[in-house]
C-alpha cells in the first residue's frame, strides 16, 4: 500500500478512505478533518464522547463540507460520523488511520487496523511530513504554552504571516494550505512555532523527525498513569532532539538535570548522539553562549559577544518558572533571527497566556487566580510559591483535587501546609491521595470536598477574606468532573465573572438606595 511518507503530497488524501479516531472539542482531530475533507478524503469521523458532546466539532466540520461542496470543481466526500462507539471496519478498511494523541498504545482499534496493514498516524506527523518550511518546536513538562505563545509574539513581530499552533488550541492544519502555496511560488518561508506534547513527540519517532528549532523546557514527573515511569516519560521528551541533524538548533534548559544529560549517550532507539548545536539558557550565568541571567540582566551570548536584552524588572510576569520561560523564548526567538530589540518590546508586552497564574478579576478585595494548567503537582507548588506573601497566616485558598496521573504529593502538601490556608478539593481518583497527604504533613487548615466549580466557588468566598487569593491549580487532571483543563477554567472564569456581576448589581443598589435617602 502507498504510503504518505512515499508522496509527501496533499493530492495523496484524494478519494482515499481516511478514519479519524477522536475528533475532540479543542481543534485538535477537528482540525486534521477539516483539512482531510477539503483534500477530498473519504472521511470516517468516530470518538467515544456521544453526539451531543460534540456538537461544536460536528457541526464545524459539517460546514466546512456545505462550504466546500458549494464550490464548483471541487470534490468533497459528506463525512460520516461514527459517535458514542468505535466500529472495527471503519479501522481494518481505511487507507489511513489518524489517531487522537491521547489514545494510548495497545488500543485494540488501533492493533487491528495495523494488523490489517493499515498506516496509523497521528496528525502532528503528517502535518511534520507535509510542511514544506522549517519548524520550531517546543516542548518539555511544563512552560511549553508560555514559551510558545512568548516566541510566537516575538516572531509575528518580525514576519506578521507565523504560524502558532500545536498543542494550544490550534491546528496547524488550518495554516498547511497557506505554507505549501508560499512555499511553491519560491516565496520567503513562513516561520512555525509549534508546541508538541509527549504524545506527539511519540508520533513522529517512526519517521526520525525532530524540529529545525528545538526548545526543551524541563522534565518533571508527569503522565506516569500513560508511561508508567518517568525514565520512559523523559525518554519521549528525549525525541524532540533526538533525530536533529548538525543544521539543527536545541535550546535546552541547562538547569534542569534531566534535560541536560540528553544526548550525552545515545539516540532513544540507538545510533548516535544527538546532533543539535546546543544554545542553553539558565536563570544563572552561564560560561558558553546562551541565554541567561546576570546582575539583574538578561543576557544573550553569541559567539563569545554579550549583549544585554533587558532588565529583569521589565519582565512582566510573576514566579522565576516564568524566567526560565521568558529565556526560552528568547534564545530560540535570536537563533532564527529575531532582532534583540523586537525580542526586548515582546517580552514587555506580554502578561501571560489564559489559565496559568491568570489574574481573572479581584472581587471584594479578593483576588482570583486561574491556573487549571497546572496538572501536576510541581506546576501547583510553583504557583504557590509565585502567590505567596510574607503575611502570616497564609492568605491562599487554594482549588485542587481531580483525576490521578500516578503522580506523588509529599512537597505539595508541604508546600500547601506552609503557604496556603484552607483547600477546597474537587472529587475525583486523585483527591484521595491529596488529602492523606495533607493528613500525613499534618495541614491544620481546612479541607472541603466539592462535586461542581460552582460549588467550589461558593465555598471559595464563604473562607476568603479581603486582601486574599483563590488560586485554582489543581495538581491533577481535569477528567471526570471537567472536560479537560481548559473546560475548567473556563467554568472558573464563568464563576468569577458572576461574582463580579453580582457585586456591580450591589453597588447598584447601595448607590440608588443613597439618592432615594436624600
Given at each position: 500500500?502507498?504510503t504518505?511518507?512515499?508522496?509527501?503530497t496533499?493530492?495523496?488524501?484524494r478519494?482515499?478512505?481516511?478514519t479519524v479516531?477522536?475528533?475532540?472539542?479543542?481543534?485538535g482531530?477537528?482540525?486534521?478533518a477539516?483539512?482531510?475533507?477539503?483534500?477530498?478524503a473519504?472521511?470516517?469521523?468516530?470518538?467515544?464522547?456521544p453526539k451531543?458532546?460534540?456538537?461544536g466539532?460536528?457541526?464545524?466540520?459539517?460546514?466546512v463540507?456545505?462550504?466546500?461542496?458549494?464550490?464548483?470543481?471541487?470534490?468533497?466526500?459528506?463525512?460520516?460520523?461514527v459517535?458514542g462507539?468505535?466500529?472495527?471496519r471503519?479501522?481494518?478498511?481505511?487507507?489511513?488511520?489518524v489517531r487522537n494523541p491521547?489514545?494510548p498504545?495497545?488500543?485494540?482499534?488501533l492493533?487491528?487496523?495495523?494488523?490489517a496493514?493499515?498506516?496509523?498516524?497521528?496528525?502532528?506527523?503528517?502535518f511534520?511530513l507535509?510542511c514544506?518550511v522549517?519548524?520550531?518546536?517546543?516542548?518539555?513538562?511544563?512552560g511549553?504554552?508560555t514559551?510558545?505563545?512568548?516566541l510566537?509574539?516575538?516572531?509575528r513581530?518580525?514576519?506578521?504571516?507565523?504560524?502558532?499552533?500545536?498543542?494550544?488550541?490550534?491546528?496547524?492544519?488550518d495554516d498547511?494550505?497557506?505554507?505549501?502555496?508560499?512555499?511553491?511560488?519560491?516565496?520567503?518561508?513562513?516561520?512555525v512555532?509549534?508546541?508538541?506534547s509527549?504524545?506527539?513527540?511519540d508520533?513522529l519517532?517512526?519517521?526520525?523527525?525532530s524540529p529545525h528549532?528545538?526548545?526543551l523546557t524541563?522534565?518533571l514527573?508527569?503522565?506516569?498513569n500513560?508511561?508508567?515511569?518517568?525514565?520512559a516519560?523523559?525518554?519521549?521528551?528525549?525525541?524532540?532532539?533526538?533525530?536533529?541533524?548538525?543544521?539543527d538548533?536545541?535550546?535546552?534548559?541547562a538547569?534542569?538535570?534531566?534535560?541536560?544529560?540528553?544526548?550525552?549517550?545515545?539516540r532513544?532507539?540507538?545510533?548516535?548522539a544527538?546532533g543539535?548545536r546546543r544554545f542553553?539558557?539558565?536563570?544563572?550565568?552561564?560560561?558558553?553562549d546562551?541565554?541567561?541571567?546576570?546582575?539583574?540582566?538578561?543576557?544573550l551570548?553569541?559567539?563569545?559577544?554579550?549583549?544585554s536584552?533587558?532588565?529583569?524588572?521589565?519582565?512582566?510576569l510573576?514566579?522565576?518558572h516564568?524566567?526560565?520561560n521568558?529565556?526560552?523564548a528568547?534564545?530560540a526567538?535570536r537563533?532564527i533571527?529575531?532582532?534583540?530589540?523586537?525580542i526586548?518590546?515582546?517580552?514587555?508586552?506580554?502578561h501571560?497566556?489564559?489559565g496559568?497564574?491568570?489574574l481573572?478579576?479581584t472581587?471584594g478585595?479578593?483576588?482570583y487566580?486561574?491556573?487549571?494548567?497546572?496538572?501536576?503537582?510541581?506546576?501547583?507548588?510553583?504557583a504557590?510559591?509565585?502567590?505567596?506573601?510574607?503575611?502570616?497566616p497564609?492568605?491562599?485558598?487554594?482549588?485542587a483535587?481531580g483525576?490521578?496521573?500516578?503522580l506523588?504529593?509529599?512537597?505539595?502538601?508541604?508546600?500547601?501546609?506552609?503557604?496556603?490556608r484552607?483547600v477546597?478539593?474537587?472529587?475525583?481518583?486523585?483527591?484521595?491521595?491529596?488529602?492523606r497527604?495533607?493528613?500525613?504533613v499534618?495541614?491544620?487548615g481546612?479541607?472541603i470536598?466539592?462535586?461542581?466549580m460552582?460549588e467550589a466557588?461558593?465555598n471559595a468566598?464563604?473562607?476568603a477574606?479581603?486582601?486574599?487569593?483563590v488560586?485554582?491549580?489543581?495538581?491533577?487532571?481535569?477528567?471526570?468532573?471537567?472536560v479537560?483543563?481548559?473546560?475548567?477554567g473556563?467554568?472558573?472564569?464563568e464563576?468569577?465573572?458572576?461574582?463580579?456581576?453580582?457585586?456591580?448589581?450591589s453597588?447598584?443598589?447601595?448607590?440608588?438606595?443613597?439618592?432615594?435617602?436624600?
Open positions: 500500500m502507498e504518505i511518507t512515499e508522496k509527501f496533499s493530492d495523496w488524501f478519494g482515499k478512505k481516511v479516531m477522536g475528533l475532540g472539542v479543542n481543534e482531530g477537528l482540525g486534521v477539516k483539512w482531510l475533507l477539503r483534500h477530498g473519504r472521511l470516517t469521523v468516530t470518538d467515544l464522547k451531543s458532546a460534540l456538537a466539532s460536528v457541526g464545524a466540520l459539517l460546514s463540507y456545505l462550504k466546500e461542496s458549494g464550490r464548483s470543481g471541487t470534490v468533497v466526500h459528506r463525512p460520516k460520523f459517535l462507539r468505535h466500529e472495527e471503519d479501522f481494518v478498511r481505511a487507507d489511513l488511520v491521547a489514545v498504545d495497545g488500543n485494540p482499534f492493533t487491528a487496523a495495523e494488523r496493514g493499515v498506516n496509523v498516524e497521528m496528525d502532528m506527523a503528517i511534520f507535509l514544506p522549517p519548524i520550531v518546536g517546543i516542548s518539555g513538562t511544563k511549553k504554552s514559551v510558545t505563545t512568548l510566537g509574539e516575538m516572531v513581530h518580525y514576519d506578521s504571516r507565523t504560524v502558532v499552533a500545536g498543542n494550544i488550541r490550534r491546528s496547524p492544519f498547511l494550505d497557506r505554507l505549501i502555496r508560499v512555499s511553491k511560488c519560491g516565496g520567503r518561508p513562513i516561520p512555532v509549534l508546541e508538541l509527549s504524545w506527539h513527540l508520533g519517532e517512526k519517521h526520525r523527525l528549532v528545538a526548545v524541563n522534565i514527573e508527569d503522565h506516569l500513560r508511561y508508567g515511569s518517568l525514565a516519560y523523559a525518554r519521549s521528551k528525549s525525541l524532540l532532539l533526538a533525530f536533529q541533524d548538525e543544521s538548533i536545541s535550546v535546552v534548559n538547569d534542569d538535570p534531566r534535560v541536560t544529560k540528553l544526548g550525552s549517550g545515545r532513544p532507539n540507538g545510533g548516535f544527538f543539535g542553553p539558557f539558565s536563570v544563572r550565568p552561564l560560561r558558553s546562551g541565554c541567561f541571567l546576570r546582575r539583574g540582566q538578561v543576557i551570548r553569541e559567539r563569545g559577544i554579550e549583549r536584552v533587558l532588565p529583569v524588572s521589565d519582565v512582566p510573576s514566579g522565576s516564568n524566567l526560565s521568558v529565556l526560552a528568547c534564545a526567538a537563533k533571527g529575531v532582532p534583540i530589540r523586537t526586548a518590546a515582546a517580552i514587555r508586552n506580554f501571560g497566556v489564559p496559568r497564574l491568570e481573572v478579576d472581587v478585595g479578593v483576588r487566580v486561574n491556573d487549571t494548567t497546572a496538572t501536576m503537582a510541581e506546576a501547583s507548588i510553583r504557590m510559591e509565585a502567590l505567596a506573601t510574607s503575611v502570616k497564609p492568605q491562599t485558598i487554594l482549588l483535587g483525576a490521578d496521573k500516578n506523588r504529593y509529599g512537597p505539595w502538601s508541604r508546600t500547601v501546609k506552609r503557604l496556603v484552607s477546597v478539593l474537587f472529587r475525583g481518583t486523585a483527591t484521595p491521595k491529596l488529602q497527604s495533607l493528613r500525613t499534618g495541614f491544620r481546612e479541607v470536598l466539592v462535586d461542581s460552582a466557588v461558593r468566598v464563604s473562607l477574606r479581603s486582601g486574599d487569593t488560586l485554582l491549580s489543581p495538581a491533577c487532571a481535569s477528567f471526570g468532573l471537567f479537560n483543563e481548559f473546560d475548567r473556563d467554568q472558573f472564569v464563576e468569577v465573572g458572576r461574582l463580579v456581576r453580582q457585586e456591580r448589581r453597588v447598584h443598589r447601595f448607590k440608588c438606595d443613597q439618592k432615594i435617602e436624600r
